[in-house]
């Protein structure tokens, strides 16, 4: 008998101190701010995630170590030709995307010493060989699993055919034009 009242001793709930309930409480709520402060964050990836795909820029993710392109955005892909099989675990080099490998070189080292690139202008080659001029810009993104880089380009061949037309035009009417800014009164006259 004893040892039976000894046993429902051990199951039932012993009184609490004042103490013991303070650090209950302590407990409980660092696991509510850690799961607020995971669901605040589960947030901003689902944001970012809708950004990544809706934008009209071309967007990547590759992996840190390897290079390797882990996600791409649909620009990416209905700009470059290629489908998300031919790009996802491959790098840029395996794709034969920069037309001068040198420059990708180039921008790896300046994105290493200052940890971001902005408004570089680069020429990238389409799965079927066609040269597209781009403005890129890259950022590194440490995420709980590994680390990224962001790169984003916008493609701006069209913009600078256009500019090269109307200087063709331009120089082969053999006229002159001039252009003012009424809020600066300055006006801009052509050779």
């Known amino acids: 008998m004893k040892d039976s ?4 001793e051990m199951f039932m709930p012993k009184t609490k ?5 303070q650090i ?3 407990a409980a709520q660092k696991r509510v701010a850690e799961l607020e402060e995971a669901l605040g ?14 934008s009209p820029s071309q967007m990547a993710l590759t992996d840190q170590t390897t290079g390797k ?16 099989e031919e790009v996802l675990g491959k790098t840029a080099t395996e794709l034969n995307l920069f ?13 290493r010493d ?13 799965k079927t060989g066609e040269v597209r001029h781009g403005i890129f810009s890259a950022e590194f993104i440490n995420t709980n699993e590994q680390k990224l ?4 380009m916008n493609d701006v061949t069209e913009k600078l055919e256009a500019e090269q037309r109307w200087q063709f035009a331009l120089d082969g009417a053999d006229e002159g034009v001039w252009d003012w800014d009424p809020q600066t009164n300055k006006v801009f006259y052509s050779k």
């Open 99 to 111: 037309v001068n490998p040198q420059q990708r070189q180039e921008l790896l080292l300046k994105m």
């Open 114 to 126: 200052q940890n971001f690139l902005k408004n570089e202008h680069v020429l990238v080659r389409a």
């Open 5 to 8: 009242l000894y046993h429902l």
């Open 41 to 54: 964050s589960n947030r901003v990836e689902q944001h970012f995630a809708s950004v990544f795909r809706a």
């Open 149 to 152: 880089l962001l790169t984003v």
């Open 69 to 84: 392109y882990i996600e791409v955005n649909e620009s990416f892909l209905g700009s470059l030709g290629f489908s998300r």
């Open 24 to 26: 209950e409480l302590e």
């Open 17 to 21: 101190t004042k103490m013991d309930i």
